[in-house]
Nanobody, 115 residues
Framework: QVQVVESGGGLAQPGGSLRLSCAVS???????????IGWYRERELVADIDNVR?????ADSVKGRFTISRDIVKNTVTVDLQMNSLQPEDTAMYYC????????WGQGTQVTVSS
């Protein structure tokens, strides 16, 4: 059974940083099977990464400020989103989406940027 477990988020001041983490397990992990894992806010893409392109995609609004990374330990893929130079407009509920290739969503984690 696929599990999508999110952590991180919270409150940050403008200009501050937060880190989100998404651990995905329970799916067939193979270089021959496509998967894509990413972070969305209000159901719009923030950043994602997949194992075929081996590259990342970012929303224009976060380029240069957010960095997505991936780590694989045993059969768990962890995708982190490092968010720097946070602005009030980054405030949103952030969701991890895992297409493995069936589509799964996490429960969401709140990010609030306020002074």
């Amino acid at each position: 059974q696929v599990q999508v477990v999110e952590s991180g988020g919270g409150l940050a001041q403008p200009g501050g940083s937060l880190r989100l983490s998404c651990a995905v397990s329970g799916f067939t992990l193979s270089s021959r099977m496509w998967y894509d894992i990413g972070w969305y806010r209000e159901r719009e893409l923030v950043a994602d990464i997949d194992n075929v392109r081996n590259s990342s995609t970012y929303a224009d609004s976060v380029k240069g400020r957010f960095t997505i990374s991936r780590d694989i330990v045993k059969n768990t893929v962890t995708v982190d989103l490092q968010m720097n130079s946070l602005q009030p407009e980054d405030t949103a509920m952030y969701y991890c989406r895992a297409r493995v290739p069936v589509d799964y969503w996490g429960q969401g984690t709140q990010v609030t940027v306020s002074s």
